[in-house]
């Protein structure tokens, strides 16, 4: 299988069947109804805006000539710290049929949108599954799947793409350079593509597993936020089924409020505020030259929509104007007690991980590195963290396991 590294070369990659206590940690399965399936939330990295919605140059795709992009630089706040991300467009290719009957290649640029926004939370509901991690020869978490899964993932969820739109989306995910910095800290941040490795190998035509679809074997690496998350067991449980009913807006708000509910502590707030400026200026939406439609559109389909799919109970609006000019609107954000039944069971959730992982490690601090088991350990610790899961909910007191499998 090879990898594009962005640059138009390739390299061989091996899928390792390595697992780690870490993957294990990261799957979903078990914790929540059949029909309200989990996936997982990586704080800072899936709360920054990294995505262009409905920007005039997000349309902009070039034609004939390359037309460049301009870096998009944002600032906003997460976790009641200030933080600025930059998002690099993707350079790509098409092919123009001419009138003589030839093909030309042209390149143009392009920001990731709500595509590839949908085309990233399949694959990491994907990556969330049972045994969909493995570790790659660099020592990094990867995963394999196809084409057609994420389609069909897609098509479930009520979102139609193409194979060819799929393949698309991840290429644009895998060439987007995403930098996080904090002014606070005076560092340099982070910079990364999305995805930081992308493999597809086509399958052979006649072979038993081909498909008619032009199906393709496909590796991904993850970016270092969420990499960092699987490795330091960080991740939050978060519902797949309302983030994938969502707009572009209110999935990164239901993200943020999920964040918020469960940062808070053991006793989950019943109710989140935030001002619509804050909603456009933290999720990276483009601000609307008509304010008062603008709060409408953020009351009406961003936090509409997370009443209707059973996340919020109501929202309370507080106009706020100077003189007849809007300034700003306040929303307080009643959350359901589905919500907050689901945040109780994330944060029982989170608990048994941070408890069994400290029985394997005998107590000792987390290494920053990916804990190998073999198969075998990898079941015994599904089996104990469903145990402890269980313990926690009913706040008995679990008792110590000595048969948790050792690291290889």
Request: charged share 25%; glycine share 6%.
């Amino acid at each position: 299988m090879s990898t594009d590294r962005g640059d138009g070369k390739s390299v061989a990659r091996r899928r390792a069947g390595e697992s780690a206590a870490q993957y294990v940690l990261f799957e979903q399965a078990g914790f929540l109804a059949p029909s309200a399936k989990a996936t997982n939330l990586v704080g800072l990295y899936d709360c920054a805006p990294k995505y262009v919605f409905s920007s005039p140059e997000s349309k902009s795709k070039g034609a004939g000539t390359m037309t460049r992009l301009p870096l998009v630089r944002r600032e906003f706040f997460f976790d009641g710290q200030p933080f600025v991300s930059v998002v690099t467009p993707a350079r790509m290719t098409k092919s123009r049929k001419q009138p003589d009957g030839s093909t030309t290649i042209e390149e143009y640029e392009c920001y990731p949108g709500e595509r590839e926004q949908i085309v990233e939370e399949v694959i990491r509901s994907l990556a969330s599954k049972r045994a969909r991690l493995h570790t790659a020869e660099n020592q990094r978490p990867a995963m394999t799947f196809t084409l057609y899964e994420v389609m069909k993932e897609l098509a479930a969820v009520k979102h139609t793409l193409s194979i060819e739109e799929v393949k698309t989306a991840l290429y644009i995910l895998r060439r987007t350079s995403l930098r996080i910095e904090s002014p606070i800290d005076g560092e340099d941040g982070v910079e990364s593509n999305i995805f930081t490795a992308l493999g597809m190998r086509k399958r052979r035509r006649g072979a038993a597993n081909a498909t008619s679809t032009g199906d393709a074997d496909t590796y991904v690496q993850f970016s270092p936020w969420v990499e960092q998350a699987i490795r330091r067991v960080e991740s939050q449980s978060i519902r797949y089924d309302w983030l994938m009913a969502l707009s572009p807006i209110a999935r990164w708000l239901y993200k943020r409020i999920a964040f918020a509910a469960q940062r808070h502590g053991e006793v989950t707030p019943t109710t989140i505020t935030m001002t619509a400026n804050e909603i456009i200026r933290d999720s990276g939406a483009t601000p609307w030259s008509r304010t008062a439609n603008m709060y409408r559109w953020i009351r009406s389909t961003v936090i509409g929509g997370l009443i209707e799919v059973g996340a919020l109970s109501g929202v309370e609006e507080e106009v706020i104007k100077d003189g007849l000019r809007y300034v700003d609107v306040n929303y307080r954000m009643m959350l359901s007690d589905t919500f907050l039944a689901h945040i109780a069971e994330a944060r029982r959730k989170a608990q048994a991980d941070a408890e069994l992982m400290a029985r394997m490690l005998e107590d000792k601090p987390l290494p920053d590195r990916l804990l190998p088991v073999t198969d075998d350990g990898a079941a015994a610790i599904r089996r104990r963290r469903q145990q402890m899961h269980t313990a926690v909910a009913s706040q008995a007191t679990a008792e110590p396991d000595n048969k948790l499998p050792l690291f290889r």
